[in-house]
């Protein structure tokens, strides 16, 4: 039992390149790209040619506050580089990657926050993330369609491109809404997450000033039955052609 539980720990600390007390970002190497593009859809990746310094640590570890993140050295894996056309020269480079494609960051890679921005708008589309109890004040005014996710929630984090793609699409259109997440691993969600009875993830609501409408039942990644969802009880109606 304790070969097994060493095994484990082993094998957790070499699977990522560094690990922080909340973050991990996971170490991309030959062998493993692909399945990491395919568990953590959608994924961000920093290419480089030297070990990561602690100013590039603390810059990743932001980055996980809003999708999954993987770090990878061109020098001694080359093929994840090669198959995302990145050169050695070229690094360091950023990109998210998904299981359709690899969207490179096209800015100076120096601008932090201009990054941060990026990664923030190609992953989240028009989601609000709350952060403090403050927040929830947002939720007394206006329409809000609510996301209830948590830290251990897979299925919120592959369907958080599906989430971002409905915001996406609901800003195109006369809806006046707002797409939100709140995390009931936070304990300053704890109290609101029990008060609207939050016992699976991810759990979505409708809230009309301040008031859950209705609960939303179907499949996320379903975009149009969303907004469909969203037109029927906002009392949107459909031009038919």
């Not at 301040?210 to 109606?237: A, H, M, Q, W």
Request: with cysteine; glycine share 4%; charged share 30%.
């Amino acid at each position: 039992k304790n070969m097994k539980s060493c095994l484990f720990v082993f094998v957790i600390l070499f699977a990522c390149v560094y690990c922080g007390s909340d973050a991990i970002v996971y170490e991309m190497h030959d062998d493993n790209y692909e399945g990491l593009i395919a568990r953590h859809d959608p994924l961000v990746v920093y290419y480089t040619t030297s070990e990561l310094s602690q100013e590039e640590k603390d810059f990743l570890e932001q980055l996980t506050s809003i999708t999954s993140v993987s770090a990878v050295n061109c020098k001694k894996n080359e093929y994840p580089c090669l198959d995302h056309r990145v050169s050695v020269k070229s690094c360091p480079r950023i990109a998210i990657a998904d299981k359709k494609s690899v969207q490179q960051f096209k800015g100076e890679i120096s601008n932090r926050d201009e990054v941060i921005a990026w990664v923030n708008h190609r992953v989240l589309g028009f989601v609000n993330r709350f952060t403090s109890r403050d927040d929830l004040k947002n939720l007394e005014s206006g329409n809000w369609f609510v996301r209830f996710t948590s830290d251990f929630c897979t299925s919120c984090k592959e369907t958080t491109v599906n989430w971002a793609t409905t915001s996406l699409v609901a800003k195109g259109t006369s809806l006046d809404v707002t797409l939100v997440d709140i995390n009931c691993s936070r304990e300053e969600f704890d109290d609101f997450c029990k008060e609207n009875n939050i016992k699976r993830h991810p759990n979505i609501k409708l809230f009309v000033d301040g008031e859950v409408k209705e609960t939303y039942s179907d499949d996320i990644r379903n975009i149009p039955n969303n907004i469909k969802f969203l037109e029927e009880n906002l009392g949107i109606v459909r031009d038919e052609l």
